[in-house]
């Protein structure tokens, strides 16, 4: 669609710079989104073989814990659960992935998970929990890459709308304003032209 501007020299030339700003960005966008894709695409595999770890992980560990809820009675359970002896710290810093900010979460721990008494508890409780323990390190590095995929995600699907704008919108609009804007002035100078020639024949008829 053509811009409405006036066909003057001066606005041919203020497009042509806007072209040239706009080809430019274009070129700076699409390096940007692949930029994007390529960082997010190993992510991805990356997520898909943590989640499955994860789990897997989480399967065996609550097996583990229903057994031991089936060989426990549940006020001596609960006992033991009652007073945590790990402590866990959570930290959050970021990084820049292609100018997007996204977190990296980190954990840590300190003492001892089994800080119940043994003799009215079984050794399925202890594999229970230290399943869920081990496991704790992976599920916040998943949390951390799922989320920095999100954010990766927004940005290529950003990017992609403005890369798709330039180059189906802005540009071809300019470049239709310029041909218009040409074609207008050419037109001027063939009537000016005209007017001269007349102008001479009248001048030389008399």
């Known amino acids: 669609m053509r811009l409405s501007v006036s066909p003057t020299r001066m606005e041919l ?55 031991a809820r089936m060989l426990i009675p ?18 959050v810093s970021y990084k820049y992935i292609v100018g997007v900010k996204v977190p990296e979460y980190r954990i840590k721990k300190e003492g001892d998970i089994h800080n119940y008494g043994l003799a009215t508890t079984s050794s399925e409780l202890d594999i229970a929990l230290k399943a869920y323990s081990d496991l704790l390190p992976s599920l916040v590095k998943l949390a951390s890459l799922e989320k920095t995929l999100e954010l990766l995600a927004a940005e290529i699907e950003r990017t992609r709308r403005r890369v798709n704008a330039l180059e189906y919108i802005f540009i071809p609009n300019l470049e239709e304003t310029i041909k218009y804007i040409t074609m207008k002035l050419s037109e001027m100078e063939r009537a000016d032209l005209t007017r001269l020639m007349r102008i001479k024949e009248i001048v030389r008829a008399h």
Not at 38 to 54: A, H, N, S, Y
Not at 82 to 88: A, F, K, L, Q
């Open 13 to 67: 030339l203020r497009l042509k710079k806007r072209i040239l700003l706009a080809q430019r960005g274009h070129r700076l966008l699409k390096d940007k989104q692949d930029e994007l894709i390529r960082q997010f695409m190993p992510l991805v595999k990356e997520v898909i073989g943590l989640r499955k770890k994860v789990e897997e992980g989480l399967k065996k560990a609550f097996q583990s814990f229903v057994t």
């Open 74 to 91: 549940p006020e001596f359970i609960e006992e033991a659960l009652m007073w945590p002896g790990e402590r866990i710290t959570f930290e």
